[in-house]
């Protein structure tokens, strides 16, 4: 989900909102303001300055940051008269979140929405990773979230498909099988698929894997606010000469927006081990080796299938991301058989200088003070949670971080 997505994307008056209130709803939707709602809504916090660049960002540009600031200042005050919106203020700085109305717009439906409570949020840094996904969005103008994950599936599962029926589909893959996961948009419902579907019925070998088994990991790390890149690190496809089996190297870049301790990481690298290690099929004695000797431009013998990962870390704090990131090397040449196929990469975000106290300069601060409240980030946004404990935002907030 990049911007061009949000520039392009046609918004509507979902059909579940009351009568009286679809008038403010077409007002959003006509000034253009919807795909600012829906990118909120993709987060669920966002400070003000980091609503101003994506202003810039989805008007190419066209305006330097004091008038974007300016005009971002009326935008957010509309839709905070209008109840989509919420903002509250961290050390002076204005802080952006989400609103049922807001969500509606964004879903299409007023209906189900999950409630939160701030003070957990906090204690649980969920805003923390809210800032940083922000953050990447306006790096990289891609929204990392858990459909990353399932469209990075189907986007192998389409290239088995065009693969096996360039090749005359020898081995009989269940193609329409294969297809019908390209319509679906979550895990349960592609397990309940795929259990419908016997191997010994429908035909599907490393599709099956790829759903059943790395989507359970892909899972697993959408529950800890983790996911993949959009790209993978490595991929690629070969077919046997002798039957047409279609056999896969691959090797997703999994990232984690850092808010945990040095154990957590150890943890995380046993339970990523034996994750991909017990893929069905998947051979990775010595790959990792193969892999970086090859300048990881090979995964070793092409008739396996060879399943591993990278990791890169975002966070705020440099030195610390480096640290953690040590953690996880550990794990190159520590096994003959580990899926880690690359060193850790580190991509560093300081949010804490969103925190700074508003200035002429647009919180323009040194280097040294920055650092020093990226250090500190997340004990200075849990200020709030006694201060405002109870408050508006802690009420009207909704669990809509992805």
């Not at 987060?43 to 330097?64: P, R, S, T």
């Not at 209008?82 to 979140?97: A, E, S, V």
């Not at 439906?109 to 957990?120: F, T």
């Not at 809210?130 to 599962?157: C, G, M, P, W």
């Amino acid at each position: 989900m990049n911007l061009e997505y949000f520039k392009n994307k046609t918004y509507e008056i979902p059909a579940d909102i009351p009568q009286k209130h679809k008038a403010k709803y077409l007002e959003v939707i006509d000034a253009g303001y919807a795909k600012y709602i829906d990118i909120l809504y993709r987060f669920g916090y966002m400070f003000n300055q980091q609503f101003v660049y994506i202003l810039q960002a989805i008007n190419d540009n066209k305006w330097k940051f004091s008038s974007a600031k300016v005009i971002g200042g009326r935008i957010v005050n509309r839709l905070e008269e209008l109840g989509f919106i919420g903002t509250d203020y961290i050390n002076r700085n204005k802080l952006l979140y989400i609103r049922r109305p807001g969500m509606a717009l964004a879903t299409g439906s007023y209906k189900n929405p999950r409630g939160i409570n701030l003070s957990k949020d906090l204690k649980n840094n969920k805003v923390m990773v809210s800032l940083l996904k922000v953050e990447y969005f306006i790096r990289h103008k891609k929204i990392l979230n858990h459909y990353t994950a399932i469209q990075q599936l189907k986007d192998i599962t389409r290239e088995i498909i065009k693969t096996a029926m360039a090749t005359g589909n020898r081995w009989g893959y269940a193609v329409e099988t294969a297809q019908e996961l390209l319509e679906i948009n979550q895990f349960v419902d592609a397990w309940n698929l795929l259990d419908s579907r016997p191997e010994y019925q429908y035909r599907l070998g490393i599709i099956r894997t790829l759903w059943n088994e790395v989507g359970n990991e892909f899972r697993k790390l959408i529950l800890h606010r983790q996911t993949i890149s959009d790209k993978p690190e490595y991929l690629r496809l070969f077919v046997s000469e002798d039957d047409g089996q279609i056999f896969l190297h691959y090797i997703p870049n999994i990232i984690i927006f850092d808010s945990h301790d040095l154990r957590y990481y150890r943890d995380k690298m046993n339970k990523l081990f034996h994750g991909f290690y017990k893929i069905s099929g998947n051979e990775l004695r010595n790959i990792q080796s193969q892999y970086l000797k090859s300048n990881k431009t090979g995964m070793g013998y092409r008739w396996q299938h060879h399943i591993g990962y990278k990791i890169t870390l975002v966070g705020a704090d440099e030195e610390v991301l480096r640290e953690k990131a040590r953690v996880v090397n550990e794990e190159i040449g520590s096994s003959a058989s580990s899926p880690l196929m690359d060193y850790c990469a580190v991509e560093v975000f300081p949010v804490g200088k969103y925190l700074n106290r508003p200035s002429r300069k647009h919180n323009s601060i040194s280097k040294a003070e920055e650092e020093r409240l990226d250090k500190n980030i997340i004990e200075r946004i849990a200020q709030i949670r006694d201060k405002d404990k109870g408050n508006a935002l802690g009420r009207e907030v909704l669990d809509l971080i992805r």
